[in-house]
């Protein structure tokens, strides 16, 4: 159907005088005696294009209803404030799709709550439509740095045999139902599609080290899957996860490429989606901007978690989570340390071995880990990542220990006795970069079709 972008026209005066067709949905619609107004959106913008109808003409002029899909054909003209309508005669305007009343986004002003219920319409809504064009934005921006950064994109497998962060939060992947004959799992399993058990990726990550100890550094862009019963703001079942891995790279070289990224996809997004951005200063986080801004132009905090803890048993705080050496970080002793102590991005490093995965690296000091989180204020971890241990007898006796089954991890071992060289990666949460990025406070709202315990659609 040969149209105009409204981005286009929006944004280019040169349209101005010429005749042009949108395609878009009713936003508003006001009528009077002799002119009437619509508001389009097609998508492609978070602003509408005002189509100003002339009724002078005595043409049939049927108003159309709030979310009725239009193709309009009219003369682009200057309008207010340095923006450019449309003006356009009644029989110009031709109805794609009617919209009975029971739409139920009549009327602005919803709250997101209400818009949750309705994933398949809540994209009409200027909020969706920011939400899901920065997501789009930062999509393509993690693209170009990896890229122009001579990194390799690899496609790791969703369906897989191990469960990387050996939490136990795999979800089982089989095509045998409830109603099975075996008597034993080993015979259930063995008589599975794969004829062992199976399930979905927690993380591409094992596979990305492999592809890393041939290419040097590459990195994956996939979702994965986490079977954890947590039902908060910032958890989903399903995320999707950027995994860059990196050859002859220790945890320093880890955490600059983690600062670098950010800088740039933030930098990227502040230039590109100006609209936006402003739209969530407006409505959901006042400051966005400033903060954003701020973030580009400083260096990230660091901080050892031993040191973490000292801070947080100094602070006065009344957590609901006792703190002592060897707990798991929560997000309210997580955002007390960006929040309050840093007021900034921060780095945490260095953790109990026992809290993190068998992969890290394993410090000098026996006790400790080479892992990185980092912190940032309002939404606690976005990124985790480590140094691995590149030592052969080192990760085997650090799997023994976790009393794990060395034969379902030879090729990662295998990778520690051809050529093993340092190197480490990280997992930036993609979802969890746009609730930073937006202001957005809840995790549903960043993704098209969010799956959390006990729900999907
Ligand atoms: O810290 P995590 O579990 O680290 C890994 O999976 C490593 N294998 C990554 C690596 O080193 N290649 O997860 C990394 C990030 C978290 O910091 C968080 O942003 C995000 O993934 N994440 C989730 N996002 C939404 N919902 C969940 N349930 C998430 N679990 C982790």
Redesign the pocket.
């Known amino acids: 159907m040969k149209h105009t972008d409204v981005k286009e026209i929006l944004s280019s005066q040169e349209f101005v005088g010429k005749t042009v067709t949108v395609c878009g949905w009713v936003r508003t619609s006001r009528n009077s005696k002799s002119v009437a107004f619509i508001e389009l959106n097609d998508g492609t913008s978070l602003k509408n294009i005002q189509i100003v109808v002339d009724k002078s003409s005595g043409a049939d002029y049927k108003e159309p209803r709030v979310g009725m899909s239009l193709k309009v054909t009219g003369t682009a003209a200057a309008g207010r404030n340095n923006t450019i309508e449309l003006n356009a005669s009644p029989e110009n305007i031709e109805v794609l799709g009617e919209c009975p009343t029971d739409y139920p986004l009549q009327k602005k002003g919803h709250t997101l709550e209400f818009l949750r219920s309705m994933p398949h319409l809540r994209g009409r809504s200027n909020t969706f439509n920011a939400v899901w064009r920065v997501r789009s934005v930062l999509a393509a921006s993690l693209h170009k740095f990896f890229q122009s950064n001579n990194y390799v994109y690899v496609n790791t497998p969703l369906i897989t045999g191990s469960d990387?962060?050996g939490?136990g939060?795999m979800f089982q992947v089989t095509t045998i139902g409830y109603n099975n004959e075996y008597k034993t799992e080993e015979e259930y399993y063995a008589n599975d599609f794969f004829g062992k058990r199976a399930g979905l990726s927690?993380?591409?990550?094992?596979e990305?080290e492999v592809a890393a100890m041939a290419m040097g550094k590459i990195y994956?862009f996939g979702p994965?899957f986490?079977a954890?019963n947590?039902n908060t703001p910032?958890?989903?079942?399903e995320?999707w996860?950027i995994?860059?891995?990196v050859a002859f790279a220790e945890l320093d070289d880890v955490i600059e490429i983690a600062e670098n990224m950010l800088k740039f996809v933030i930098r990227e997004l502040l230039e590109t989606c100006p609209d936006e951005i402003a739209f969530f200063d407006a409505h959901f986080e006042k400051g966005l901007k400033a903060r954003l801004e701020e973030l580009i132009s400083h260096d990230f905090g660091r901080v050892t978690y031993t040191e973490a803890i000292k801070l947080l048993q100094e602070s006065g705080e009344d957590f609901v989570y006792p703190v002592e050496w060897g707990c798991d970080l929560q997000t309210e002793h997580e955002r007390y340390i960006s929040e309050k102590v840093f007021k900034k991005a921060v780095f945490v490093t260095d953790y109990p071995k026992e809290i993190k995965?068998f992969?890290m690296k394993q410090n000098p000091d026996g006790k400790t880990v080479a892992a990185v989180?980092?912190l940032v204020p309002g939404v606690g971890?976005?990124?985790?990542?480590?140094e691995r241990e590149a030592d052969y007898d080192k990760l085997v006796a650090a799997m023994k220990e976790r009393n794990m089954n060395l034969d379902l991890y030879s090729d990662y071992l295998d990778l520690r006795k051809y050529g093993s060289v340092p190197h480490?990666?990280?997992?930036?949460?993609?979802?969890?970069?746009i609730m930073y990025t937006t202001g957005m406070a809840n995790?549903r709202d960043v993704i098209l079709y969010p799956r959390t315990v006990g729900s999907i659609r």
């Open positions: 990387c962060e939490a939060e927690v993380s591409g990550q094992l990305g994956t994965s986490r954890e947590s910032k958890h989903l079942a995320f996860h995994e860059p891995e995965s992969y989180d980092l971890e976005i990124i985790g990542g480590s480490g990666g990280f997992g930036l949460g993609f979802e969890r970069l995790i």
